[in-house]
T-cell receptor, first 115, second 115 residues
């Protein structure tokens, strides 16, 4: 069975500091991992994904994520946080055993960037 | 290119009524999936349609149904509404179905309140 865990409900970081939002996964076979961001009263916006290849994936708005197979993790990172990065972040996984586009989402991490 | 369009954005229904939500995918996308988002349960997969056929179904009662038209537009219907159906209903589209690295792109969602 596929699943994703986001161990932190809330992350606070000062503006200009690096940020990390954590995600661990469980999947049969090779994982396809995604990060989405949700601003208040909006849908989810795609940030980046890992399919294969380089373990460091670069995405939108300066975000990047590091895939670590041995630790089954896919943490989202940004070198310098902006106040506008404050939002709800979701990690998602889609395993290769799935015949469709059923994504399994984590419970979300609320990021607050403090000015 | 226009994004995923969902209508209506907000609606209030009375318990026992039924509701139909509409989703127009990104032009050229043939797969449409639906998710329910609530504070308590997070994001839960409802179903996915591809080529007018339901390909995947989540663990929801039969009151939740959907369909897809030949132009890839999709509708979901909830009958005999319950208070617990109050949620943000998100539609997502992708180019193809059944490919691991496919990205799904979300609409802004339809906020349903059942009173």
């Amino acid at each position: 069975a596929q699943s994703v865990a986001q161990p932190e409900d809330q992350v606070n970081v000062a503006e200009g500091n690096p940020l990390t939002v954590k995600c661990t996964y469980s999947v049969s076979g090779n994982p396809y991992l995604f990060w989405y961001v949700q601003y208040p009263n909006r849908g989810l916006q795609f940030l980046l994904k890992y399919i294969t290849g380089d373990n460091l994936v670069k995405g939108s708005y300066g975000f990047e994520a590091e895939f670590n197979k041995s630790q089954t993790s896919f943490h989202l990172k940004k070198p310098s946080a902006l106040v506008s990065d404050s939002a709800l972040y979701f990690c998602a996984v889609r395993g290769t055993t799935n015949t469709g586009n059923q994504f399994y989402f984590g419970t979300g991490t609320s990021l607050t960037v403090i000015p | 290119k226009a994004g995923v369009t969902q209508t209506p954005r907000y609606l209030i229904k009375t318990r026992g009524q039924q509701v139909t939500l509409s989703c127009s995918p990104i032009s050229g996308h043939r797969s449409v999936s639906w998710y329910q988002q609530t504070p308590g349960q997070g994001l839960q997969f409802l179903f996915e349609y591809f080529s007018e056929t339901q390909r995947n179904k989540g663990n929801f009662p039969g009151r939740f149904s959907g369909r897809q038209f030949s132009n890839s537009r999709s509708e979901m219907n909830v009958s005999t509404l319950e208070l617990g159906d109050s949620a943000l209903y998100l539609c997502a589209s992708s180019l193809e179905q059944g490919m691991g690295g496919n990205t799904i792109y979300f609409g802004e969602g339809s906020w349903l309140t059942v009173v």
